[in-house]
């Protein structure tokens, strides 16, 4: 699609947990053939890849640290250099700090890299707090259904892999998300007005069908 890193399309998609940035970050993956990457997943990826990063963070994570920003950004920095991610990127729990996001602006100045947007997908609280005590899992491919607002179109079938096996997160109860709501307003808010005084912040109304919110994204990114 691209021929080189410089044109490819390069996002950093952010919003509370439960406002539906995963599910949207897979349409954009899919339309646009990006690698997606979620901090989180990359981090286990490197532990259990045994990596040189993921020598270095195992102990860490043990103890119950963070993993730290350098470590962090070297690690995204090693994933978005890579041929799957040719196309473009979208960064997905990735900066939560402004250190984060000030580290994040130097490693990708110095690939020549511009963020085409900053995706902040917001959603009321209350529809939230709905959302995640409904949610769960496809196991086979990961994909995430809600009862209330995004149901396989086949009851018990992913409609993605077609794999019959769903899970639920322990954590995905009213009280932990309420906690984990607040968390993410001290942690995360300053990035985005970091961002927003960058002026590529788009803030995206997530409230609505799949496919709806996808348009709005498609409008505020212009492809
Ligand atoms: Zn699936």
Redesign the pocket.
């Given at each position: 699609m691209f021929t080189d890193k410089n044109s490819g399309i390069h996002l950093v998609m952010t919003g509370a947990p439960g406002t539906g940035k995963g599910t949207q970050a897979s349409v954009l993956k899919r339309r646009f053939g990006l690698c997606h990457l979620s901090a989180g997943e990359m981090l286990r990826e490197e532990i259990n890849k045994g990596t040189s990063i993921g020598k270095r963070l195992e102990p860490l994570l043990a103890a119950g640290s963070f993993a730290p920003d350098d470590l962090v950004i070297e690690m995204v920095e090693n994933r978005i250099l890579e041929p799957d991610c040719a196309n473009g990127f979208i960064l997905d729990g990735f900066p939560r700090t402004i250190n984060q996001a000030e580290v994040l602006d130097k490693m990708l100045s110095s690939n020549k890299i511009k963020l085409n947007a900053v995706l902040e997908i917001v959603v009321p609280d209350e529809v939230i707090i709905d959302r995640i005590a409904g949610r769960y899992t496809?196991v086979?491919?990961?994909?995430s259904y809600s009862d209330n607002f995004y149901k396989p179109k086949v009851a018990g079938v992913?409609?993605?892999?077609?794999?019959t096996k769903f899970s639920k997160r322990l954590d995905d109860n009213r009280e932990t998300v309420v906690k984990r709501l607040a968390k993410y307003k001290d942690l995360t808010y300053p990035t985005i007005n970091y961002y927003g005084k960058e002026g590529v912040l788009k803030k995206v109304d997530g409230n609505g069908a799949v496919d709806v919110v996808a348009k709005r994204i498609s409008d505020a990114i212009g492809f």
């Open positions: 496809c086979k491919c990961g994909e992913c409609n993605i892999c077609g794999g």
